[in-house]
């Protein structure tokens, strides 16, 4: 049989586990969280009163995001409840993209009844997780706005019978926030999946030139998505929680 490129939007199935599918997309995400675990336990463990250069760069970036953040929202408690969230979304984002372009992903397969399949994937290229990111980010924003406004305050930023413009506005608001799910979702799926098949294009036509400039392209796309993915949470929020009169 002739082997050649195999592109497909279903990511592949490994095995079951307590009646739940077990995909490779699954285990590179289940990869990724090992090891960001292990470098926040490495760097908790290593963080001293007195920093040395790295440790004072890392709280220099944390720092900057943080008032970024504060300077945003025009609310530091604000911003310090809902920095883990955003730091989380962009670091599992970058560290799932960066882990998709080590060598082993993909090529490195395990036999199973359908048979051989990718032992590890591109994390992003399954729609089911950009699409759980982005109910996560979803759900975070909407209890951000009825948190700091009130429920009947933020409702009425959806359902306003006081006019006809007042009512038209209000559904268009509340179509625009639900596709924010889709629009979150598809961004990130898009970008990660087409850089996945250039790579893959680029590895059967020209193995030994094209795939290197396409890597470092990748890379960047990977920081890229991962803060705006990050950035738009960040931003919706910061809509979530502004009066009507205001936005």
Known sequence: ???GIHISLSPSHIGDLWGLPITSTLLTSWLVVALLLAA???IGRSLVLVPGKGQVALEGMVGGILGYMEETLDDKALARKYFPL???IFLFILCANLVSLLPFV?????NTSHGPVPLFYSVNTDFNIPLALAIIAFIAIEFAGITVLGALKYAHKFVNFK??????????????EVARLLTFSFRLFGNIFAGKVLILLALA?????????????????AVIQAAVFALLTLFFIKIAVTPLAEH
Request: hydrophobic fraction near 60%; aromatic fraction near 14%; avoid cysteine.
């Open 106 to 110: 993909g090529p490195l397969e395990v």
């Open 205 to 221: 036509f020209m193995p030994y030139l094209l795939p290197v400039p396409l890597l470092v392209y990748e890379v960047f796309v």
């Open 1 to 3: 049989m002739e082997s």
């Open 163 to 176: 006019s006809v413009i007042g009512f038209i506005v209000g559904i268009i608001e509340l179509i625009s």
């Open 86 to 88: 955003v730091m989380t």
């Open 40 to 42: 926040a336990f490495v």
